[in-house]
């Protein structure tokens, strides 16, 4: 049914922008940016409040508001809601990841974790193990879970943790955004630039050192196939590290949220005000030719086959490869 829904919406919109593009048939767009022939395939997870973050963990699909958590199945459409993840409420929730056997799920109270076909959430907190109760992020990858929180950057690993922090090689101890290339190296971003780490050093980029144009990190995603590290920082900011190289966005919007990166190497940059495109020319926010309902984007993510995945005011918005745009 939910589907349906999406795409009776969708059908409206697009009647909506047919009838302005007719005022205006002499308007140029690049043939790779939209092609209306083509279909899109929506569905849409209904929610009541707006999504703040989410994680795709198996045929699940877990989400968060302000208030409450959930999980999707994907295939079935079953939700259950989660006012609370054993110990920890399920309110204030900031952050979710998935290492493909459990969920990983951060917030103002510390993090829970449930394995697949568990019935119980294992709660983690300062008293056994996290650096901080207030976690900012959340990355899974090579066995190894990493949680940022406002006092350092705690690893899960083989049942213990491990805390690092400025004394360690991070810039800073608030941890704001987290990445794990496909080099398996660690990305840290914090409140004073960023930290890298290979496994056995960590490398610092900062604005002392002239590679981002601020220090404060909002958002991080990476492209495999070029290659390319994409950093949302200070206001309005946007810097991409590419072959050893650090290139500067300026003034590319405000309130950043989040970043993600599709199939074709197109940056997509989530944030309160809405969704810009960047397709290597140009930045693209023209709502009519990103055709993807949302007012504003908490968080994305792109799946293993390519569906892209959207957190916006009234749910999650699912996106089905191969897209036309």
């Not at 309005?236 to 003034?251: E, L, Y």
């Not at 309160?272 to 994305?300: C, F, H, R, T």
Request: charged share 20%.
């Amino acid at each position: 049914m939910w589907k349906y829904c999406a795409l009776i919406g969708v059908v409206a919109v697009a009647l909506a922008v047919a009838a302005e593009e007719e005022s205006d048939e002499e308007e140029k767009v690049k043939a790779h940016e939209i092609v209306y022939e083509q279909p899109t395939e929506w569905t849409v997870y209904p929610a009541s409040e707006p999504v703040v973050t989410f994680a795709i963990s198996g045929d699940d699909l877990w989400y968060a508001t302000a208030t409450s958590v959930f999980s999707a199945s994907i295939k079935k459409r079953f939700v259950q809601t989660y006012a609370a993840l054993g110990k920890i409420p399920g309110s204030d929730v900031t952050c979710m990841a998935s290492d493909g056997r459990a969920v990983w799920i951060g917030g103002k109270n510390g993090v829970a974790m449930r394995g697949a076909g568990a019935k119980e959430f294992t709660a983690f907190t300062a008293e056994n193990g996290l650096p901080d109760n207030t976690v900012n992020a959340i990355a899974a990858g090579g066995g190894k879970v990493w949680v940022g929180t406002e006092n350092g950057l705690g690893c899960y690993s083989g049942g213990s943790w491990k805390k690092v922090t400025t004394q360690n090689g991070l810039s800073h101890n608030k941890v704001t955004a987290l990445l794990i290339d496909d080099g398996s190296k660690v990305w840290v971003g914090t409140a004073k630039g960023i930290s890298v780490s290979d496994g056995s050093s960590w490398t610092i980029y900062d604005m002392k050192k002239k590679n981002l144009s601020w220090n404060n990190v909002k958002a991080m995603a990476y492209d495999p196939r070029k290659f390319t590290v994409w950093v949302a920082v200070g206001e309005r900011d946007i810097n991409s590290f590419v072959k050893g190289k650090w290139n500067t966005f300026m003034d590319i919007q405000s309130d950043i949220t989040s970043l993600m990166v599709d199939t074709q190497s197109r940056l997509w940059v989530g944030s309160s005000n809405g969704l810009i495109k960047y397709n290597g020319d140009e930045w693209i926010n023209d709502p009519k030719k990103l055709n993807i309902p949302a007012a504003q984007v908490q968080w994305m993510q792109r799946d293993e086959a390519g569906n892209l995945y959207f957190a916006c005011e009234n749910g999650i918005v699912r996106l089905v490869n191969p897209y036309p745009y």
